[in-house]
């Protein structure tokens, strides 16, 4: 069974699905990806402004340097460019903290304690859908128990288990995208699938 | 449950979740996109002549590693090796500098030194 688009507008396209060749090819491909691309980012970065930053530019780097390229190659090297930039990130964040003081006491604090799920909940543009309120915020809070999870894994295997079942690809071309052997693709994943499991477990979620 | 279904039930949520992202974020989404299009090349066009030697330009100039950082640290090393080589030929001169001035000032001729008696004479009087 293959899974569906959220929106209805915007057709889920897997990454095998993709000919790149063309600019409107190129754009449809960026469309198709460009959500969960955020996503993906959110979950490295914890910043929406950081993951926005980061997707733009892998969709830069993509567009300008190898746009060129064997279609087959470009989701695998799309999502290359966006682990490179995240962690471009991650070092360009490391030199500047050993630079500036700690001015974290100072701020206010933004542990997740206070947080509601509530807050985050968008309201869709069919209002009226068939749902009860009651499942809506069941939805909402068990996708945000399931991006906690997700953020709490290690780096590799939130890598590994997007690119494989988000991303739907094969263990050949996600290995090509986190530049590792496909054995260690597997072991990530399977990893994760476990720790997804137990997280999810504790917080008394049954999917 | 196995992994597989595991996996499928988490993708599903995940899925969703998409269709809750703000608008102002799709919006910059969409506008990050139309950018990174109007930067789309496409394939160069062949053509005759010495193309190796633009691309390899090209290749420089655009290289990840050819950035103003770099081009900083580069700067400092070069400017660090011709101080160091200035310093090494600039002391030994100096040094064989001062030796003949002293040499050529001293009341003692030069020919004193060569003489085994004098270098005699110089230890028996030290003692």
Known sequence: ?207 | MNEQELAKKIVQHLDQGLGHIKQGTLYKLQSARMAALDRYRKAPQPVFGLAWAGDAAFRLSHSRYFNARNMLALGLLLVSLIGVMYWQRAIPTSDIAEIDASLLTSELPINAYLDSGFEAWLKRSSQ
Not at chain 1, 21 to 34: G, I, P, Q, Y
Not at chain 1, 45 to 54: M, W, Y
Not at chain 1, 115 to 133: F, G, I, K, M, V
Request: charged share 30%; proline share 5%.
């Open chain 1, 1 to 207: 069974m293959r899974r569906t688009h959220p929106s209805p507008t915007q057709p889920r396209l897997t990454t095998r699905q993709i000919p790149l060749a063309t600019r409107k090819e190129l754009s449809d491909f960026l469309a198709a990806v460009e959500r969960r691309a955020y996503k993906q980012a959110l979950f490295a970065a914890r910043d929406e402004q950081v993951a926005l930053d980061a997707v733009q530019d892998a969709m830069m780097r993509l567009a300008e340097k190898y746009s060129t390229r064997p279609s087959a190659e470009l989701p695998m090297l799309f999502q290359r460019i966006l682990q490179n930039t995240i962690r471009d990130h991650f070092r360009r964040q490391k030199v500047r903290a050993l630079w500036t003081p700690p001015m974290s006491s100072l701020r206010g604090g933004e542990d997740g304690d206070d947080h509601d799920p509530l807050e985050t909940l968008q309201a869709h543009s069919d209002s009226n859908s068939r749902e009860a309120p009651s499942d809506q915020l069941q939805q909402a809070q068990t996708l945000e128990l399931i991006e906690e999870a997700l953020r709490k894994l290690p780096v590799r295997q939130r890598q590994a288990f997007v690119l494989r079942y988000w991303e739907e690809m094969d263990v050949a071309t996600a290995a090509g995208a986190m530049g590792c052997s496909e054995g260690s693709v597997k072991t990530h994943c399977s990893r994760a699938i476990h720790a997804l499991a137990v997280l999810l477990k504790d917080k008394g979620i049954s999917l």
